[in-house]
């Protein structure tokens, strides 16, 4: 029995081995823009969720046996889902707009095992800095928010920009614990059962 992360985040991956988990890293194919479009105007956790669905259900035939995680973030931030960026220019507009403010990070999780699925998304609020110019211009040219949902990482660079988190930290940084805590006692299974040996 293994947990198999349907992600190629490398933060993702980083929470589970610290967590004193091995994952199989087995990224999704899936066409979140496609996803995103069919399901506009649903709730924005129902679309965080179903793109997190999307990418577990990609992989399930690969790995019955096995825990397979599905994950998808967004930040909401004026009633709009807002997603990676992709070009420093639009990284550096995101941080413009956000800046100073608070916003919500909607982090959606499916799992399936042998026992059935879960699902569940996690809300976090993050409140922005009031960064200056040069250094959104740095952060945005440094490449490191570009293929983050919200323009931004908690456990580098990014960090100096957030004031302060409510809510799950893990989850803000891709991959809840305490959920998947949750989803594998669902299955009957024990977190310890997953550690990788010393």
Same mark, same amino acid.
């Not at 931030?77 to 990284?91: C, F």
């Not at 909607?106 to 976090?124: A, D, F, K, M, V």
């Given at each position: %029995?293994?947990?198999?992360?349907? !992600?190629?985040?490398?933060? /993702?991956? %980083? $929470? ?11 990224? @999704?194919?899936v066409d979140e823009?496609?996803i995103a479009v *069919? %399901? ?5 956790? &129902?679309?965080?969720?179903?793109? =997190? *669905?999307?990418?577990? *259900?990609? *992989?399930?035939? /690969? ?14 931030? &004026? ?12 990284? $550096? ?5 956000? /800046?100073?403010?608070? =916003? ?7 799992? $399936? ?16 800095? &009031?960064? +200056?110019?040069?250094?959104? +211009?740095?952060? =945005? ?11 931004f990482t908690l456990? =580098? ?5 957030? &004031? !302060?988190? !409510?809510?799950?930290?893990? !989850? ?10 949750? @989803? ?7 977190? +310890? ?6």
């Open positions: %029995m293994r947990i198999v992360l349907a !992600s190629a985040s490398p933060s /993702r991956k %980083m $929470i589970l081995e610290n967590a004193g988990i091995n994952p199989v890293i087995s990224p @999704a194919d823009d496609a *069919q %399901m506009a105007g649903a709730e924005p956790a &129902d679309i965080v969720a179903a793109l =997190a *669905q999307a990418k577990a *259900q990609s *992989q399930a035939t /690969r790995f019955p046996d096995d825990v397979l995680i599905g994950c998808d973030s967004m930040l909401l931030l &004026d009633g709009v889902l807002q997603g990676k960026p992709h070009t420093v220019e639009k990284a $550096i507009a995101r941080w413009h707009a956000q /800046r100073g403010r608070t =916003a919500e990070l909607l982090t959606g999780h499916y799992l $399936i095992s042998p026992h059935g699925t879960y699902s569940e998304t996690i809300r976090t609020e993050i409140r922005f800095a &009031d960064v +200056s110019d040069r250094d959104i +211009s740095a952060y =945005a040219h440094s490449g490191e928010p570009l293929e983050c949902a919200g323009a456990e =580098a660079l990014g960090g100096w920009f957030i &004031d !302060s988190i !409510s809510g799950d930290q893990t !989850s803000v940084i891709g991959l809840s614990l305490p959920l998947l805590r949750r @989803a594998l006692y669902s299955f009957g299974y024990d977190v +310890s059962e997953f550690w990788s040996p010393h």
